[in-house]
């Protein structure tokens, strides 16, 4: 898996003589399941073309471009909060760098209302979805302005106001939660909604991630299970993480639908979620996909990856194969973004998140009395006592 991903089948080649019109994604959704799981859905080439007719139905200028700046986006606010992260500023950051299109393309497909379980590389998918900037970094920063009232690591975001579910630093436990989520949404009649449950290649070799996909398999409830494979968790690499010819092909045994798309192609993305969401919102249950891509950046702020692997293949996938400079080929060739308006995108996108981090750095951090919040309805005289005994050290120790 991770030393030669297989490659695109190309949505051309599936196609059927005299089937000029049908998309790249119907000509993909008439493969057999095996084959499903095991190609490569692209609607856009390596080059950034494409054929006009293989393109997603109701694709416009409008919905392009709001990708490519949600794209944008994750890149440029990845850059500079990982450089806030090196400054000292911050204390952790992990970066979706070279995965915006399978953050952005996936997020695209959603609607107002549906829940969102992520692992560690979606803040993009929340922040597409409305989670603001804001408090993005104030949840960063562990600030007072920070949902979670600073009880969380560095970026580990949430957002009630998008069903934006803060995640969980244990890999894979968000899937049943996920599943549990759509369960629940159908039980109570909340029907048309989805809950999109994302992880990472590791994230396939953990015992929740089967739990999770085993009931989605035995009880259909309207649930999209999204691996982004990036080829790596931490130093494991895909070969080493499973035996399995693709990640998407253990879908399969738990009778689920699983496709297997180009995560650096934000169009295939996008049609192949699109369509799990709409199956899910009829009643026609879960689809598992996985998006092939490559984690470009360390793990994590924490991380030196040229210690564990080989880095020629990583400039190989940060230089020709970045979905940024792939989407944006494709719409110049359109027309549609000329080499000013990108530019003045992405001074306004920078200006957003030096503005964002500025006003958010100047909050206070959170009284330290919301600590016992939360967790009890009334909360316990044992913490009371605890926190008066700590505010009355602090009193005598600072005068
Ligand atoms: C249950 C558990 N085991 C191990 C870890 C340490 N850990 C944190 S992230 C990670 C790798 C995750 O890899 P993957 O699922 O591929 O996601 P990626 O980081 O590549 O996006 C590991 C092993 C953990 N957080 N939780
Ligand atoms: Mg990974």
Known sequence: MAAAPRLAQDAGSVKKKGDKRRSAMAAYLSLDEHAKATGLLQVL??????????L??????DLALKMYRGMLQVRIMDERLMALQRQGRIGFYGEARGQEAAVVGSAAALRDGDWIVPALREAGVGIFRGMSLRQYIAQILGNASDNSKGRQMPCHPCD????????SSCVSTQIPHAVGIAMAMRLKGDIGKVAIGYMGDGGTSEGDFHAAANFAGVFKPPVVLFCQNNQWAISTPGTRQTASQTVAIKGLAYG???????????LAVFEATRYACEKA???????FIEALTYRVSAHSSSDDPSRYRDETVTLDWRTNKDPLVRFRKWLSGKGWLGDAEDARL????????????AAEEKAPLPDVGTMVDDVYEVVPRHLREQLNQYLDDRRHQHG
């Open 45 to 54: 080439r390596p080059d950034g073309t494409s054929d006009e007719d293989s």
């Open 56 to 61: 997603p139905s109701g694709l416009d200028k």
């Open 160 to 167: 009630p106001t998008v069903n934006y579910v803060v995640m």
């Open 256 to 266: 689920l639908e699983s496709l297997r798309v180009d995560g650096n192609d934000v």
């Open 281 to 287: 919102r009829r009643g026609d249950g879960p689809t």
């Open 346 to 357: 992405a001074e306004e996108l920078e200006a957003e998140v030096r503005e964002a981090t």
